[in-house]
Nanobody
Framework: VQLQASGGGLVQAGGSLRLSCTAS????????VGWFRQAPGKEREFVGG????????RYADSVKGRFTISRDNAKNTVDLQMNSLNAEDTAVYYC???????????????????WGQGTLVTVSS
């Protein structure tokens, strides 16, 4: 499956952005989809994920209550709604897919087999 993250841009602190992960080649409905981010000089970190079976979501503590992941199997997309953005959210955001059946999404990069090119989110303070 080929993934493409989109929707990044420049936003002021306190603002919102909605990222989309679009798949081609295969349906995303059979994958766990995760969102990760990587800030300059830092390791890639888990943001959140959603399972394919029951739509169970999981979030990093740093974004819990601010970010929401949803999936639209008909459109073959998984979206990341980001609210109350702050400067610490500035990073390149990536979506990734894991074909393994899981109760909850994995939080490590090694859990995911397929990665898309990232989209840059810049939050100005």
């Amino acid at each position: 499956v080929q993934l493409q993250a989109s929707g990044g841009g420049l936003v002021q602190a306190g603002g919102s952005l909605r990222l989309s992960c679009t798949a081609s080649g295969r349906t995303l409905s059979n994958y766990v989809v995760g969102w990760f981010r990587q800030a300059p000089g830092k390791e890639r970190e888990f943001v959140g994920g959603i399972t394919w079976n029951y739509g169970v979501t999981r979030y990093a503590d740093s974004v819990k209550g601010r970010f929401t992941i949803s999936r639209d199997n008909a459109k073959n997309t998984v979206d990341l709604q980001m609210n109350s953005l702050n400067a610490e959210d500035t990073a390149v955001y990536y979506c990734a897919a894991d074909p393994t059946w899981r109760v909850v999404p994995g939080t490590t990069t090694s859990s995911y087999d397929y990665w898309g090119q990232g989209t840059l989110v810049t939050v100005s303070s």
